[in-house]
Nanobody, 116 residues
């Protein structure tokens, strides 16, 4: 059974930083790509950042230049460094992992709140 466990969320003031982590565990893990998504209250879930197994990254326009996604393939871990956080970044952040011939896996989510 594959599990994704996120950590690193919390309350931060505007302009602050947070680093999210997501560890993928389980048997037969062979990750093609990983990503971070977020869902704010009353809004649909949206993609934040993606990274594939060769390190190619993609970002939502709203976070370009502020967020950085990275991964440690040996540890099956993906990170999201979030800088210059703003109130509109407040959301539940979800980790996602894509593997061959399987439906995507999701973590349970971690709350990020940006408020003074």
């Amino acid at each position: 059974q594959v599990q994704l466990v996120e950590s690193g969320g919390g309350l931060v003031q505007p302009g602050g930083s947070l680093r999210l982590s997501c560890v993928v565990s389980g048997s037969g893990v062979s990750i093609v790509s990983m990503g971070w998504y977020r869902q704010a209250p009353g809004k649909q879930r949206e993609v934040v950042a993606l990274i594939n197994n060769i390190g190619t990254t993609n970002y939502a326009d709203s976070v370009k230049g502020r967020f950085t996604i990275s991964r440690d393939n040996a540890k099956n871990t993906v990170y999201l460094q979030m800088n210059s956080l703003a109130p509109e970044d407040t959301a539940v952040y979800y980790c996602n992992a894509v593997m061959p011939y399987r439906l995507p896996y999701w973590g349970q989510g971690t709350q990020v709140t940006v408020s003074s």
